[in-house]
Antibody, heavy 123, light 108 residues
Framework: QITLKESGPTLVKPTQTLTLTCTFS??????????VGWIRQPPGKALEWLAL???????RYSPSLKSRLAITKDTSKNQVVLIMTNMDPVDTATYYC???????????????WGQGTLVTVSS | EIVLTQSPGTLSLSPGERATLSCRAS???????LAWYQQKPGQAPRLLIY???SRATSIPDRFSGSGSGTDFTLTISRLEPEDFAVYYC?????????FGQGTRLEIK
C-alpha cells in the first residue's frame, strides 16, 4: 500500500524559506520509473505542478518558480524535501506530495497523492 | 509549455445524465500522455484516467476517456451522486507537466 504524508510549517512569514518534507511508504524511490513530486493548490483555485525528482536523480521544475525551488531525496529515509525561498502571500496553498509513474518517454502521471498540507504565508 | 483549457467551466446536470468534459491543449500532447483527476471538497485529487483512455485501478467503467493530439474528452456515461466534483486534466508528455483549470460538475 502506497502512502505519502507531507510535513512542515503551517505558517510562514513573507520572505522566509519554506521547507516541506514528504515521507512515503509502500514503494522505493530507487525503482525505475518512479518519481516523487510536489503540486500545490491555492484556496479555491486550480492545481499547479511545482517539482519532481525521479528514481535516477533527475529533477524537473516549474519554469515560473524554478529560481525559488529545490527538490532533494533521501532514498534510505524514504523522504523527499521541497525548499521554496522568498515566500509571498500568493504562495498560500495546500501543498501535495505525489507519487508519479513515468513510462516510456513521459514525464509521468500522479497515481497516488498525499493528504496535503495547508501553508499560509502571512506576517 | 503546453496550456490546457478545460470546458465548460461549470457543468450542471442531474443524476443519471451523461457528462462530457473537454480538455484542449495549446499544442499536440505527445503519445496521448493525458490524465484526468477527480477532486472532491477537502480531499486530494484522485486519478481516473491515464494515457488518454486507460482507467486507473478501481475506477468504475462509467468513466471513459478519449482523444488525441490537442483534443481530449472525459465522459461519465450515467452520473451517480458521488460523481459531482471538480475534474482536472493533466498532460505529462512534455516538461513541464501542466494541469487544466478544472471543470466543476454540479447537481442541477
Amino acid at each position: 500500500q502506497i502512502t505519502l504524508k507531507e510535513s512542515g510549517p503551517t505558517l510562514v512569514k513573507p520572505t522566509q524559506t519554506l521547507t516541506l518534507t514528504c515521507t512515503f511508504s509502500g514503494f522505493s524511490l530507487s525503482t525505475s520509473g518512479v518519481g516523487v513530486g510536489w503540486i500545490r493548490q491555492p484556496p479555491g483555485k486550480a492545481l499547479e505542478w511545482l517539482a519532481l525528482i525521479y528514481w535516477d536523480g533527475d529533477k524537473r521544475y516549474s519554469p515560473s518558480l524554478k529560481s525559488r525551488l529545490a527538490i532533494t531525496k533521501d532514498t534510505s529515509k524514504n523522504q523527499v524535501v521541497l525548499i521554496m525561498t522568498n515566500m509571498d502571500p500568493v504562495d498560500t496553498a495546500t501543498y501535495y506530495c505525489s507519487h508519479t509513474w513515468s513510462y516510456y518517454d513521459s514525464s509521468g502521471y500522479v497515481d497516488y497523492w498525499g493528504q496535503g498540507t495547508l501553508v499560509t504565508v502571512s506576517s | 509549455e503546453i496550456v490546457l483549457t478545460q470546458s465548460p467551466g461549470t457543468l450542471s446536470l442531474s443524476p443519471g445524465e451523461r457528462a462530457t468534459l473537454s480538455c484542449r491543449a495549446s499544442q499536440s500532447v505527445s503519445s496521448s500522455y493525458l490524465a484526468w483527476y477527480q477532486q472532491k471538497p477537502g480531499q486530494a485529487p484522485r486519478l481516473l484516467i491515464y494515457g488518454a483512455s486507460s482507467r486507473a485501478t478501481s475506477i468504475p467503467d462509467r468513466f471513459s476517456g478519449s482523444g488525441s493530439g490537442t483534443d481530449f474528452t472525459l465522459t461519465i456515461s450515467r452520473l451517480e451522486p458521488e460523481d459531482f466534483a471538480v475534474y482536472y486534466c493533466q498532460q505529462y508528455g512534455s516538461s513541464p507537466i501542466t494541469f487544466g483549470q478544472g471543470t466543476r460538475l454540479e447537481i442541477k
